[in-house]
């Protein structure tokens, strides 16, 4: 069956770092790969959007590679702040279903 | 900036109750989703329709749990009745247009919390 795994570990930087997410997933070719932003309480909220043909996507502080061999997608936030402290969860797209990971909860401590 | 609309934001109730929930899409989105969260896991679809159709309901539980978007505007999440498995996050979204291969950002409304007790 299909499956999204994303580290269920909690994910402690520092202010300034660079974090990095990892989404690994197995019997599935999605066309697209997506990452949200989720805060407690919360609907997520789009973040970015990934192609299988494409293998980096940047916007601001955001980068995203996709890398259909290995069947990873990796989200980095350079610069990081307090403020980007979220549950972060990617999401695969192919055919007509989107299914999502459970996500990892990032921390950025001051 | 057009938002997804969920009412109510909390809901409590004792099981073998029903309980409905509402949702209002972004305007012109033709795509409508309803997803339950529980706490740790990601959100799983539970319907989605395409106007007042529905497309895919195969993880609905049919026999508590029912939904409808009459006018293919907003819509209604019902269960009846409800169990203690039940309590969650019940999320809506939508989306411009669902077609295969198209991009299907979805945006998502604040949600419904729900507590069984």
């Known amino acids: 069956s299909q499956k999204i795994e994303q580290n269920s570990e909690a994910l402690n930087i520092q202010e300034g770092k660079t974090a990095t997410l990892t989404c690994n997933y197995t019997?599935?070719?999605?066309?697209?790969l997506q990452w949200y932003r989720q805060d407690p309480g919360r609907g997520p909220v789009f973040l970015l959007l990934?192609?299988?043909?494409?293998k980096e996507k940047r916007k601001e502080r955001l980068k995203v590679t996709f890398d259909t061999t290995l069947k990873q997608s990796l989200f980095h936030i350079t610069a990081s702040q307090p403020a980007d402290s979220a549950t972060y969860l990617c999401?695969?797209?192919?055919?007509?279903?989107?299914?999502f990971g459970a996500g990892t909860r990032l921390f950025v401590k001051a | 900036e057009a938002e997804v609309a969920q009412s109510p934001r909390y809901k409590i109730t004792e099981k073998s109750q029903a309980v409905a929930f509402w949702c209002d899409p972004i305007s012109g989105h033709a795509t409508l989703y309803w997803y339950r969260q529980i706490l740790g896991q990601g959100p799983e679809l539970l319907v989605q329709?395409?106007?007042?159709?529905?497309?895919?309901d195969s993880q609905l539980p049919k026999d508590r749990f029912s939904a409808e978007r009459l006018k293919g505007v907003d819509s209604t999440l019902k269960i009846q009745p409800a169990e203690l498995g039940d309590s969650a996050m019940y999320l809506c979204?939508?989306?411009?247009?669902?077609?295969?291969?198209?991009?299907?950002?979805?945006?998502f409304g604040a949600g419904t919390r729900l507590s069984v007790l």
């Open positions: 999401a695969l797209r192919g055919g007509f279903k989107t299914i």
């Open positions: 019997n599935y070719s999605p066309a697209y």
């Open positions: 990934i192609r299988e043909n494409e």
């Open positions: 329709f395409q106007d007042e159709s529905v497309v895919d």
């Open positions: 979204a939508s989306s411009l247009a669902d077609r295969q291969q198209a991009k299907n950002i979805q945006y």
